[in-house]
């Protein structure tokens, strides 16, 4: 049940584009995505719910795709303050608020 | 505003010792999640309350573990006792609805059970 996150770890330089990608094998309601610097605690990025839409905010953005039961986060012209875990959390109809986070995505960004 | 706060920020016990953490969610929110760190296992959520009441305590892996919110306010965790595989980063966190909100971590707590 623990959606499945790729690439493991990334690295990149400023200026760069990543994309990290979370996988379920269950029908999904809602992803959420969070970054965890090390020695903290994870912090909220945004929440898509199924129907397709596509959230963003600066310069990241994430989309969410019901059919293949995925989601996408989107880094743009990464910056050195992007470094940190990335991980999905996702949440399933009748759930509440209860979260299955992914194992993470590993992403340094080097100047 | 203050944020979710979790005390203590370090534990550091012997095998078999009563372990107590404790957190204090954001005035206001209803509910409240225990989740545990580890390199092995990542981000794992042993229990969660709605107004107080847990919902779902299927994270929690074994009798040695108990939560309890007594009110709004106040939530703790209980290792009985404790073993060095509990050795982790334990982090509270709460939201306001109890569905498809965002969820606000406390700092953590890092214990060691030596």
């Known amino acids: 049940q623990q959606p499945v996150q790729s690439p493991q770890a990334v690295i990149l330089r400023e200026g760069e584009d990543a994309v990290i990608n979370c996988s379920s094998s269950k029908a999904l309601y809602s992803v959420h995505w969070y970054r965890q610097k090390h020695g903290e605690a994870p912090v909220f990025l945004m929440i898509?719910?199924?129907?397709?839409e596509q959230k963003g905010h600066d310069k990241i953005s994430a989309s969410f795709n019901e059919k293949k039961q995925q989601s996408s986060l989107y880094l743009t012209a990464s910056q050195l303050s992007y470094s940190g875990t990335y991980f999905c959390?996702?949440?399933?109809?009748?759930?509440?608020?209860?979260?299955?986070f992914g194992a993470g995505t590993i992403l340094r960004v080097k100047s | 505003d203050a944020g979710v706060i979790q005390s203590p920020r370090h534990e550091v016990t012997e095998m078999g010792q009563e372990v107590t953490l404790r957190c204090k969610p954001i005035s206001g929110h209803n509910s409240l999640f225990w989740y545990r760190q580890t390199m092995m296992r990542g981000l794992e959520l042993l229990i969660y309350f709605n107004n107080n009441v847990p919902i779902d305590d299927s994270g929690m892996p074994e009798d040695r573990f108990s939560a309890k919110m007594p009110n709004a306010s106040f939530s703790t965790l209980k290792i009985q006792p404790s073993e060095p595989r509990d050795s982790a980063v334990y982090f509270c966190?709460?939201?306001?609805?109890?569905?498809?909100?965002?969820?606000?971590f406390g700092a953590g707590t890092r214990l060691s059970v030596l």
């Open positions: 959390g996702t949440g399933f109809v009748g759930d509440g608020n209860k979260l299955v």
């Open positions: 898509l719910l199924k129907g397709g």
């Open positions: 966190a709460s939201s306001f609805r109890y569905r498809l909100d965002i969820q606000y």
